[in-house]
Nanobody, 125 residues
Framework: QLQLVESGGGLVQPGGSLRLSCAVS????????MAWFRQAPGKEREKISC????????YYANSVKGRFTISRDNAKNTAYLQMNSLKPEDTAVYYC??????????????????WGQGTQVTVNS
C-alpha cells in the first residue's frame, strides 16, 4: 500500500525558504491527488495546499497563497512544497497526504487515506 515520507523540514529565519519533499512508495503517484497539511501546537490540522492527480488543479489556503508553491513529479513519485517568505506563524508539523478524490478547497483530512509521518518546520530568528 502507498507509503509517504516527508523530508526537508528544519529551522529557518523569517523571510527564508524551505522545500519539503514527499516521497511515495508502494504504488504509483499518478492516480492520487496530493496535499500538504500542517498542524501547530494546540491547533487543528489545516490543509494549506493540494494538487490534482492529472489535471494540474491546485489549491492554496489564503494563509500561504503567493508564498508557497505545490508541485509533483510523477516520474519520481514525489510531491513538493516550496515555501518562501516564511513567517513565524508558519511554524508547525507539515504532513503530506494522498487521496483518490480530487484536489479541492472543500476536501479535508478525512478525505485523505494515506499520510506521511510529518516534518517539523520552525521559523524563528
Amino acid at each position: 500500500q502507498l507509503q509517504l515520507v516527508e523530508s526537508g523540514g528544519g529551522l529557518v529565519q523569517p523571510g527564508g525558504s524551505l522545500r519539503l519533499s514527499c516521497a511515495v512508495s508502494g504504488g504509483t503517484l499518478d492516480d492520487y491527488a496530493m496535499a500538504w497539511f500542517r498542524q501547530a501546537p494546540g491547533k487543528e490540522r489545516e490543509k494549506i495546499s493540494c494538487i490534482g492527480a492529472r489535471d494540474g488543479t491546485t489549491y492554496y489556503a489564503n494563509s500561504v497563497k503567493g508564498r508557497f508553491t505545490i508541485s509533483r513529479d510523477n516520474a519520481k513519485n514525489t510531491a513538493y512544497l516550496q515555501m518562501n517568505s516564511l513567517k513565524p506563524e508558519d511554524t508547525a508539523v507539515y504532513y503530506c497526504a494522498a487521496t483518490l478524490y480530487y484536489c479541492s478547497a472543500y476536501t479535508g483530512p478525512s478525505d485523505y487515506s494515506r499520510w506521511g509521518q510529518g516534518t517539523q518546520v520552525t521559523v524563528n530568528s
